[in-house]
């Protein structure tokens, strides 16, 4: 059977499929270890837990409107004041099945065929993919290591067209960490409302940051900035929800309203048990993301630390989110390796170690690293890296 072309054009998920390759190694009794996920390593704080039993318990398993309920909702439009003095009604707000969902809707009611998004690189692995499934043409920018991953207001009025739709700002970064100041973001900013560019701005790592810096949404800094951005964001990395599928898109009325409609006859709506414990996620005591944030922290600081004293590896040091990015590109050439993917490949073979190679993420110098798990795994998997290089040298 002839598969339609939208899909057969699609690039596998590379972080998925090292994963996978890792836990199939693992099944088979390999010690390996595993520094691929996107997810926290900490389970879902037992308050959120338990609002998710009395949701059941209260026979609070049926549908929901198509958007999210109304609590769920509320909480949002108060989050989103207090946290980034945005003020939203419930009708700017669609509570979605994660916010990989809110994004594919966005791009669907969005984009017409041959429509262009710009796409920083390093980017996540599904932002070309889904902007390709609506009919768009992912247009990729490149951002230089030397300024930290981060596009520059010269760089976008350059790839800009009459086609260009929206931008893409993933502020703190997956996969570098990296995060844009308020200074950055305001010319940027400034590029897109001249050229009237919608700013897709993904804040999901907005709870995960190291540094001094505090979060800025780009949606803060104007009224014309807050009418051209949608903001999407969710409790997956902040409150330790990866399974719960529970994010949210905050926008323009329109476009909101379209997403629900299409929300409507896909997903119907995001299961109501996971949104009731999103609701107790926002409404309830952020100590628990606060204690996750300092573990991340002390891993960071100590991962860093380790991978800058390995032969041939080089890496920014990130201000957030819970990945490194490390340059090997000098590692893997010293090494004998064709490129970085076989240099990835083969630490897995020899080392049992799992890095994702930074191909998939735009970025085929680089490799990234996750530190969601404990300190303990990332010191031994930071000295079979060692180990690997050395024995590889030439």
Same mark, same amino acid.
């Given at each position: 059977?002839?598969?339609?072309?939208?899909?057969?054009?699609?690039?596998?998920?590379?972080?998925?499929?090292?994963?996978?390759?890792?836990?199939?190694?693992?099944?088979?009794?390999?010690?390996?270890?595993?520094?691929?996920?996107?997810?926290? +390593?900490?389970?879902?704080?037992?308050?959120?837990?338990?609002?998710?039993?009395?949701?059941?318990?209260?026979?609070?398993?049926?549908?929901?409107?198509?958007?999210?309920?109304?609590?769920?909702?509320?909480?949002?439009?108060? #989050?989103?004041?207090?946290?980034?003095?945005?003020?939203?009604?419930?009708?700017?707000?669609?509570?979605?099945?994660?916010?990989?969902?809110?994004?594919?809707?966005?791009?669907q009611?969005?984009?017409?065929?041959?429509?262009?998004?710009? &796409?920083?690189?390093?980017y996540?692995?599904?932002?070309?993919?889904?902007?390709?499934?609506?009919?768009?043409?992912?247009?990729?920018?490149?951002?230089? %290591?030397?300024?930290?991953?981060?596009?520059?207001?010269g760089?976008?009025?350059? &790839?800009?067209?009459? #086609?260009?739709?929206?931008?893409?700002?993933?502020?703190?970064?997956?996969?570098?960490?990296?995060?844009?100041?308020?200074?950055?973001?305001?010319?940027?900013?400034?590029?897109?409302? %001249?050229?009237?560019? $919608?700013?897709? *701005?993904?804040? =999901?790592y907005?709870?995960?940051?190291?540094?001094? %810096?505090?979060?800025?949404?780009?949606?803060?800094?104007?009224? +014309?900035?807050?009418n051209?951005?949608?903001i999407?964001?969710? &409790?997956?990395?902040?409150? *330790?929800?990866?399974?719960?599928?529970?994010?949210?898109?905050?926008?323009?009325?329109?476009?909101?309203?379209?997403? *629900?409609?299409?929300?409507?006859?896909?997903?119907?709506?995001?299961?109501?048990?996971?949104?009731?414990?999103?609701?107790?996620a926002?409404?309830?005591?952020?100590? #628990?993301? =606060?204690?996750?944030?300092?573990?991340?922290?002390?891993?960071?600081?100590?991962?860093?630390?380790?991978?800058?004293?390995?032969?041939?590896?080089?890496?920014?040091?990130?201000?957030?989110?819970f990945?490194?990015?490390?340059?090997?590109?000098?590692?893997?050439?010293?090494?004998?390796?064709?490129?970085?993917?076989?240099w990835?490949?083969?630490?897995?073979d020899?080392?049992?170690?799992? $890095?994702?190679?930074?191909?998939?993420f735009?970025?085929?110098?680089?490799?990234?690293? *996750?530190?969601?798990?404990?300190?303990?795994?990332?010191? #031994?998997?930071?000295?079979?890296?060692?180990r690997?290089?050395?024995?590889?040298?030439?």
């Amino acid at each position: 059977m002839q598969l339609a072309d939208r899909v057969q054009s699609l690039t596998p998920s590379s972080t998925l499929a090292i994963t996978a390759k890792a836990k199939a190694l693992k099944a088979e009794g390999h010690d390996v270890i595993g520094l691929g996920a996107g997810e926290p +390593d900490f389970n879902t704080p037992s308050y959120i837990i338990e609002a998710a039993k009395r949701a059941m318990d209260e026979g609070l398993t049926k549908y929901t409107p198509a958007g999210g309920i109304p609590e769920l909702k509320n909480s949002i439009t108060t #989050k989103l004041k207090r946290d980034q003095s945005l003020t939203y009604t419930n009708e700017q707000i669609i509570v979605t099945t994660g916010a990989k969902h809110a994004l594919f809707t966005l791009f669907q009611v969005l984009l017409n065929e041959g429509d262009e998004v710009i &796409v920083p690189a390093p980017y996540w692995v599904s932002y070309p993919e889904q902007i390709k499934l609506a009919g768009g043409k992912p247009v990729i920018l490149p951002a230089q %290591e030397s300024n930290d991953f981060k596009i520059t207001p010269g760089q976008l009025k350059e &790839v800009i067209t009459p #086609k260009t739709k929206a931008v893409i700002i993933n502020s703190p970064s997956n996969p570098t960490g990296m995060m844009y100041s308020e200074d950055e973001l305001r010319a940027l900013g400034q590029v897109c409302l %001249e050229n009237d560019i $919608l700013v897709v *701005s993904d804040e =999901i790592y907005e709870k995960l940051i190291y540094t001094e %810096e505090s979060h800025v949404s780009i949606a803060q800094l104007s009224e +014309d900035l807050y009418n051209q951005t949608v903001i999407i964001n969710g &409790v997956s990395k902040s409150h *330790s929800m990866t399974g719960w599928r529970i994010g949210f898109a905050a926008g323009n009325k329109q476009i909101i309203k379209a997403m *629900s409609n299409m929300a409507s006859h896909s997903t119907s709506n995001p299961t109501s048990i996971a949104q009731y414990a999103a609701l107790a996620a926002y409404t309830g005591s952020e100590e #628990k993301v =606060i204690e996750m944030r300092d573990a991340f922290k002390d891993r960071l600081e100590a991962l860093y630390q380790w991978l800058i004293e390995i032969p041939g590896v080089e890496c920014v040091k990130p201000s957030g989110a819970f990945y490194l990015f490390p340059n090997v590109k000098k590692a893997a050439e010293e090494g004998g390796f064709e490129d970085v993917d076989s240099w990835v490949k083969a630490l897995l073979d020899e080392e049992k170690v799992a $890095l994702v190679p930074g191909s998939g993420f735009g970025s085929p110098e680089n490799v990234r690293l *996750s530190y969601a798990t404990s300190l303990d795994q990332l010191e #031994k998997a930071a000295d079979r890296i060692k180990r690997f290089v050395n024995n590889h040298q030439s």
